[in-house]
Structures are given as structure tokens and as C-alpha cells.
């Protein structure tokens, strides 16, 4: 079975600071990965996905993530934040195949202050 | 517009009453979930459906029923619903064919069980 790790559940950070929220995975097959983010008091968006390809992926936002197959992570990352990035962010997996499931993270609350 | 959505968005209920969140897309996606979103444990797949008639259990699915008879239509109801069923849900799609992999999220019914 998959799994999904966030390693920080709330990460705090000052008005166009560069920001990372990590996410590693667990699984023994082929994966595609997502992150997608929730503002307040909305639904979930998707942010960007991995499905093949260059292991750098770019989504809305000016967000970015990088897969990397040995660590098993997919890191997103902003090189400047804005106020309104303020939300919870989810990192998601889902196995290759006729298996359509997703399996999240428990999320992590990005908090931008001024 | 392309959407899924959720009625009712807030509801408030008592123990043992039973209720039905309805979801339906407008997207002709053969797949559709139900999460359940919890501070802390992230998003947990409740039940899910591959296509019409065609059901299954996800993760969490004790005192939940779905049904799927119709191909844009997924409601969640709950029998007999228990304070521990308070929570935030979500009605997800996605289509099967095609590779495009993401799910389509709902904007959420916040239920509370007293």
C-alpha cells in the first residue's frame, strides 16, 4: 500500500521569502504525484502533477516541484510567497495503472505573514 | 463550466437522523469518490465508484451507503449518523479514459452530528 509523508504540518514564513513543503511517498510501483492546495473555506485545486517525463514540474502560481525517484520525494517549491499563498497544501499519490485512487498527506498549513 | 458540486454545503443535524449529501459533475467522469477531511489526518477515501452500478469501499466507509445510478450522480448518505461522523466532505471525479489522472474536487459539506 502507498503512503504519503508531509514533514512539517504548519510552516510559517514572511511575505517574498522562498518557501519548500516537503512531501516523500512510499511505494514499490510506478507512481503519478500531485499537489493540490486548499484556501480558506474553499475545495481543493489542483496545483500541478507528475506523470512522466522532466523530473521538474511547474503548476499555477509560480510553484514548481521536483520529483526525485531515489528519495521518493516531490518537494514543492516558491521562490517568493505572497499573502494570498496563505493555505493548506496536500501532497497526493496515485499508483500506475487501472488503480484510481488517491492517497493524501495530512496536509501542511503554508501561513504567510507580512 | 466544467464543476463538481455538493448539497447541501452546511448542515447541522442530531444523532440517528438520517441525511443524504448529494454530489454530481457535469464532466461525463466514469470516476467518483467521497473523502472526509479531519484536522490532522488529511483527506480519507470513504467510498468510491469505477462507473454506474459499480461501487466500493475506500478507506473510512462504516456508516456511510452510496449509491451511483446515474452516471453524473454519487449522493453519500448516512443511516443513522453519529457525533463521530462530524467532519468535512468532499465529492470528488475523475475521468478513467484518457490519462489525465487528477481528480476534480467539490466544494465541500461541512456536517455536524450533535
Known amino acids: 500500500a502507498q503512503s504519503v509523508t508531509q514533514l512539517d504540518s504548519q510552516v510559517p514564513v514572511f511575505e517574498e521569502a522562498p518557501v519548500e513543503l516537503r512531501c516523500n511517498y512510499s511505494s514499490s510501483v510506478s507512481v503519478y504525484l500531485f499537489w493540490y492546495v486548499q484556501y480558506p473555506n474553499q475545495g481543493l485545486q489542483l496545483l500541478l502533477k507528475y506523470l512522466s517525463g522532466s523530473t521538474l514540474v511547474k503548476g499555477i502560481n509560480g510553484f514548481e516541484a521536483e520529483f526525485n525517484k531515489s528519495q521518493t520525494s516531490f518537494h514543492l517549491r516558491k521562490p517568493s510567497v505572497h499573502i494570498s499563498d496563505t493555505a493548506e497544501y496536500f501532497c497526493a499519490v496515485k499508483r500506475g495503472g487501472s488503480n484510481y485512487k488517491l492517497t493524501f498527506g495530512k496536509g501542511t498549513l503554508l501561513t504567510v505573514n507580512p | 463550466e466544467a464543476q463538481v458540486t455538493q448539497n447541501p454545503r452546511y448542515l447541522i443535524t442530531v444523532t440517528g437522523k438520517k441525511l443524504t449529501v448529494t454530489c454530481s459533475q457535469n464532466?461525463?467522469?466514469?470516476?467518483m469518490s467521497w473523502y472526509r477531511q479531519d484536522p490532522g489526518l488529511g483527506l480519507r477515501q470513504i467510498y468510491y465508484?469505477?462507473?454506474?452500478?459499480?461501487?466500493d469501499k475506500g478507506d473510512v466507509p462504516e456508516g456511510y451507503k452510496v449509491s451511483r445510478k446515474e452516471k453524473r450522480n454519487f449522493p453519500l448518505i448516512l443511516e443513522s449518523p453519529s457525533p463521530n461522523q462530524t467532519s468535512l466532505y468532499f465529492c470528488a471525479s475523475s475521468p478513467v479514459q484518457g490519462g489525465a489522472h487528477e481528480q476534480y474536487f467539490g466544494p465541500g459539506t461541512r456536517l455536524t452530528v450533535t
Open positions: 464532466m461525463n467522469h466514469e470516476y
Open positions: 465508484s469505477m462507473n454506474v452500478e459499480v461501487t
